[in-house]
Nanobody, 122 residues
Framework: QVQLVDSGGGLVQAGGSLRLSCAAS??????MGWFRRAPGKELEFVSA????????LYADSVKGRFTISKDNAKNTVYLQMNSLKPEDTAVYYC?????????????????WGQGTQVTVSS
């Protein structure tokens, strides 16, 4: 089992930036990703990264504004969020998948962080 601790959320004005972090421990994993759940909406894929090759994948809604990165030495994945919009308001969750195949399917992820709240004011 992979244990994940995500952090870095907060309140920011539209146009601002935040960086989320997710520290992982436990068994090895192949892919890490970020999902979010806005009030009254379903869980939504945001981004994922292949842990070895570093290849990223982004949802269209965040492409060009968000950047996923990793620090293998720290077993930590980051989500740099720039040009934030009120519609980015959500609880953000990091997730780990044992497989090295990147997927946007949340049911394919094996471990989840506790979530961190991001609120963007207009």
């Amino acid at each position: 089992q992979v244990q994940l601790v995500d952090s870095g959320g907060g309140l920011v004005q539209a146009g601002g930036s935040l960086r989320l972090s997710c520290a992982a421990s436990g068994r090895t994993f192949g892919t890490m990703g970020w999902f979010r759940r806005a009030p009254g909406k379903e869980l939504e894929f945001v981004s994922a990264i292949h842990w070895s090759a570093g290849r990223p994948l982004y949802a269209d809604s965040v492409k060009g504004r968000f950047t996923i990165s990793k620090d293998n030495a720290k077993n930590t994945v980051y989500l740099q969020m720039n040009s934030l919009k009120p519609e980015d308001t959500a609880v953000y969750y990091c997730a780990a998948r044992y497989s090295r195949t990147i997927t946007i399917d949340e049911t394919s992820y094996n471990s989840w962080g506790q979530g961190t709240q991001v609120t963007v004011s207009s």
